[in-house]
Every structure is written in structure tokens, then in C-alpha cells.
């Protein structure tokens, strides 16, 4: 199509977000904006970084996000998303809930996503890709990911013995992931054995003499 959008996909087109709430996309957007670090490295590696008008604080990768406006860190500048006049935003739910429901009170086009389990990922890249016209961009990149993915499970399975893991999420007060978490899947995945992984909650703060 002569819009860049692929032809494989027409709009409007209507899709569920992580929330389950039914969004329409009424034309390819062109003025996005991404709410959360991962959000803008997923923009980007599908191919339109040129159509994000706004990332946070936090955004600094790939090096092209820094180039581009900010709307606040863990404080959203609402003032500045509606003066950006972004089209879409595209948030993560269980990190910023309150801030979306904001922005969808405000009358914006809000599209969230949450990456929970390792699955996720693959399946945001066809999401996103779809919905941004990048179709055929967003399955490659999924393939490739799950590709990935299987081969560093086959790898792993030949090994004895698992290195154990702390990550850092926070040091003051001192923070790490625990189960049920992004990262401690990510850990188990690439081989290790997360010391967090038995806590009670996802989140515990430990103690230098802990670890």
C-alpha cells in the first residue's frame, strides 16, 4: 500500500489489549508514544522509531530514543503527552494503572500490553506489529525470538550444574525479582537458579549480608 501500511492488513482494525478491553485502530499511527523502557525498544526494533513522538526518562535505548521528547519518569507529564498530540500511547498495565486510566479519562488512545511469562514476548511483537502496520516485521521478529529461545533451552539442558543468581532491580533499598516474575523465568531459562526464587513475594528486598 502506498500509506506503508502492508498490505496484509487493512484498517480500522479492532484488538484486545492485556487489560481485555477492545481497542480500534482507525488509521496506521503516526504519532506514538511509549510509556515504559521495553515498549520503546520493541517500537523500534520494528521499524517505527520514526512515528514515536514521546518515550520517558528512562528511554535510552537504542541510542535514537534519547533524540526523542520526554513525557516524565515514574511521573507522567500529562500536560506534555497532550501537547505531543500522540495518536496512540502503549503502556504496560500492572506498572502503570493508575497513569493509564488517566490517559484513557483524558480521551486518549491508550493500548496496553504486560509481559508476564517469556510467551509474552513473541506474542506483543505480532500484536504491536499488526497493529502498527509492521505485520511481516512483528512475525519475524517473534520467529527469531522463539528460535532463540529453543535453542538456549537445548543448551541448557546439557548442563550439570546451575550457576545461583541474584539481579539487582533496586539498591537502596536493596531489590531483587523473585517467582513469578519476568526475570526469575529469564534466570531459570538461561540456566541459573534464582536465590530469590523461594520468597513469598515477587518483589523482596534483601540485605547485602543476605545475598
Do not use: H
Not at 82 to 110: C, F, H, R, T, W
Not at 130 to 159: C, D, M, P, W, Y
Not at 167 to 185: Q, R, S, V
Request: with cysteine; net charge neutral.
Amino acid at each position: 500500500a502506498g500509506n506503508g501500511v502492508q498490505a496484509a492488513f487493512a484498517y480500522p482494525i479492532t484488538m484486545k489489549d492485556d487489560l481485555g478491553r477492545s481497542v480500534t485502530i482507525n488509521a496506521q499511527p503516526q504519532r506514538i508514544i511509549s510509556l515504559t523502557p521495553s515498549v520503546t525498544e520493541m517500537l523500534f526494533a520494528l521499524g517505527v522509531g520514526p512515528r514515536v513522538v514521546g518515550v520517558t526518562n528512562y528511554c535510552n535505548y537504542p541510542a535514537e530514543a534519547l533524540a526523542v521528547a520526554k513525557i516524565g519518569d515514574t511521573n507522567l507529564n500529562f500536560e506534555r503527552i497532550l501537547e505531543l498530540q500522540p495518536d496512540l500511547i502503549i503502556g504496560v498495565g500492572s506498572m502503570q494503572a493508575e497513569d493509564i486510566n488517566k490517559l484513557i479519562s483524558l480521551g486518549q488512545k491508550v493500548f496496553v500490553i504486560e509481559a508476564v511469562k517469556m510467551v509474552d514476548v513473541p506474542r506483543q511483537m505480532r500484536i504491536l506489529g499488526r497493529i502498527l502496520g509492521n505485520a511481516t516485521v512483528g512475525e519475524n521478529l517473534a520467529a527469531k525470538f522463539e528460535s532463540r529461545v529453543a535453542a538456549v533451552q537445548k543448551k541448557v539442558s546439557q548442563q550439570k550444574a546451575r550457576p545461583r543468581v541474584f539481579i539487582e532491580i533496586w539498591n537502596e533499598p536493596l531489590m531483587t525479582a523473585g517467582p513469578n516474575t519476568f526475570m526469575d523465568e529469564l534466570i531459570v531459562l538461561a540456566g541459573g537458579s534464582n536465590i530469590a526464587g523461594n520468597s513469598p513475594n515477587p518483589w523482596p528486598q534483601f540485605s547485602m549480608e543476605t545475598v
